[in-house]
Nanobody, 115 residues
Framework: QVHLVESGGGSVQPGGSLRLSCVAS????????MGWYRQVPGKERELVAF???????TLADSVRGRFTILRDNARNTVYLQMNMLKSEDTAVYYC?????????WGQGTQVTVSS
């Protein structure tokens, strides 16, 4: 069982920055992939970024060059640093850990980019 708690969402103007955090607890190890997805009403949840236990990161084309994913294995925490935010980044962001064939999700945190 894996429990995920996100924090760090909020409202920001275009061009601004936010950092999301996700703390994992339960039967998770530093080798687990950890990732971030986002969803807007009426659309499917989409992958934003994920990072392996060894620190290899993959980002969606839409955020590459603006977002960075990092992890602190000692704290079982994954971060999403979001810079140069655009209105189209507005969404609920979810932390994700795939574990033994099950996708675990956090409760989600709202990010709103608006002038």
């Amino acid at each position: 069982q894996v429990h995920l708690v996100e924090s760090g969402g909020g409202s920001v103007q275009p061009g601004g920055s936010l950092r999301l955090s996700c703390v994992a607890s339960g039967t998770i190890s530093s080798s687990n992939i950890m990732g971030w997805y986002r969803q807007v009403p009426g659309k499917e949840r989409e992958l934003v970024a994920f990072i392996t236990g060894g620190g290899s990161a993959t980002l969606a084309d839409s955020v590459r060059g603006r977002f960075t994913i990092l992890r602190d294995n000692a704290r079982n925490t994954v971060y999403l640093q979001m810079n140069m935010l655009k209105s189209e980044d507005t969404a609920v962001y979810y932390c994700n850990v795939p574990y033994w064939g099950v996708d675990y999700w956090g409760q989600g945190t709202q990010v709103t980019v608006s002038s």
